[in-house]
């Protein structure tokens, strides 16, 4: 098997993994972009526009719309900085605690759904693999990936 023919497998899979992520989240009324966001406020508050973006590879202008529905809908909640009233930290609020492990769980489903045809061993070995080729992208922005 080339290389080439390994992508294109590796990409018909990212697809259904995100095709059934996506189908679970339309159960809850909202796009993936909107709970990655709230999901990675969850995990890292309180974090920073700029750094929330860093994170789940969006640009800053992209992360500030969405945070400013997000503020609206009440998921989260913006916090000046105690040292410098200028900075604003993100948190979520406790609709948006409660919205993030709710998604987080139908990530979780629709990933072992997917994974299920594999032993153990073959997850540890494949999440090995993709450890080794994300490591450049990790490396070059520093960033956590959401799971």
């Not at 992520?21 to 909107?34: A, I, K």
């Not at 400013?68 to 913006?78: H, I, M, N, T």
């Not at 987080?104 to 759904?113: K, P």
Request: charged share 25%; proline share 2%; aromatic share 4%.
């Amino acid at each position: 098997m080339t290389a080439a023919q390994v992508a294109d497998e590796f990409s018909r899979a990212a697809k259904v993994l995100v095709r059934r992520f996506d189908e679970r989240l339309g159960e809850h009324g909202v796009s993936t972009p909107r709970s990655r966001l709230v999901v990675e406020v969850a995990r890292s508050q309180p974090v920073r526009v700029t750094e929330l973006a860093l994170a789940i590879g969006i640009t800053q202008g992209t992360a500030s719309s969405l945070v400013e529905a997000l503020v609206r809908d009440g998921l989260l909640e913006r916090q000046a900085s105690a040292d410098d009233r200028r900075s604003v930290f993100l948190r979520v609020t406790a609709q948006g605690a409660a919205l993030a492990q709710e998604w987080t769980a139908g990530y979780e489903r629709a990933a072992e759904e997917l994974f299920s045809p594999l032993s153990s061993e073959q997850l540890s070995t494949l999440a090995e693999i993709l450890g080794i080729l994300g490591a450049d992208e990790a490396d070059a922005d520093g960033a956590a990936r959401l799971g």
